[in-house]
């Protein structure tokens, strides 16, 4: 039997990369089915195996659920407890500027690929009449490299996704400020199954809630920086969905 693949979102913190091997193997005693956990460096490379229609279960950043859930009939399954896709604008600790309005147009970003911190961290700068327009981005691989480009001078601000800003060692957060940081709380990650797995999406619903009271589940999820999991009711991934098409549009 071919295995089924699981892929999480790129914007996941490096350090709990072991944390979804370990669920895989989790998951497979679980379901009885044989998955195999493919991790790609950036959402385009994601996006074109998924294109391919070679990914069949989605730890999934919600900027990506649109196109999953519309284009390629995924179903939501669970999200993370208690966890949110917050965005935070940080500056070099000693950086003049104090708000957001102190910012002109011209200024330097230092972003990642991450679609959702980058729309609503943009939403964030409109007050200082800022746009793609009017300021130069410089998209890195890694929220940890854009903190590098604060600290070296050579970016205004940066754009953190806020489990990756507060996953960032004492030390680069010390030389960092938060000027901002979004209060969304409905915007989430979200495991989608495709529907190769129909057969599974009820157990799927079934064991994964259950994962915190379980001593074994729950170290699992510890080890993927995770409380538990959530079920994720369609029109719940719907409201999400169209709400994340209102900041795009």
């Known amino acids: 039997m071919k295995p089924y693949v699981l892929t999480v979102s790129p914007d996941f913190p490096p350090a709990q990369i072991a944390g979804w091997y370990i669920f895989n193997t989790w998951l497979q005693r679980q379901l009885g089915v044989p998955i195999h956990v493919d991790l790609f460096d950036d959402f385009a490379s994601q996006r074109a195996v998924i ?6 279960l989605i730890y999934a950043n919600p900027f990506d659920a649109a196109m999953l859930v519309r284009e390629k009939g995924f179903t939501a399954i669970a999200t993370p407890l208690h966890k949110s896709d917050e965005a935070i604008i940080a500056v070099a600790a000693d950086s003049p500027v104090k708000r957001i309005e102190d910012l002109a147009p011209g200024i330097r970003i230092a972003s990642t690929d991450d679609p959702d911190v980058n729309l609503i961290a943009m939403i964030m700068l409109e007050p200082a009449d800022l746009s793609a327009q009017n300021v ?5 691989d890694t929220y940890v490299l854009v903190a590098k480009r604060l600290l070296q ?3 205004d601000v940066g754009f953190f996704l806020r489990d990756a800003f507060e996953t960032l060692s004492g030390m680069i957060q010390r030389q960092l400020r938060e000027l901002i940081r979004s209060e969304i709380h409905v915007i989430r990650h979200v495991l989608l199954a495709s529907p190769s797995l129909q057969e599974q999406h009820e157990q799927l619903r079934r064991i994964l809630p259950a994962m915190s009271t379980d001593p074994k589940g729950k170290g699992v999820l510890e080890s993927m920086g995770l409380q538990g999991w959530e079920i994720q009711e369609q029109e719940d991934t719907e409201f999400m969905i169209d709400l994340m098409d209102t900041l795009v549009n």
């Open 136 to 140: 130069q981005t410089h998209t890195v």
């Open 51 to 56: 294109q391919d229609d070679g990914i069949d």
């Open 153 to 155: 001078g050579k970016a």
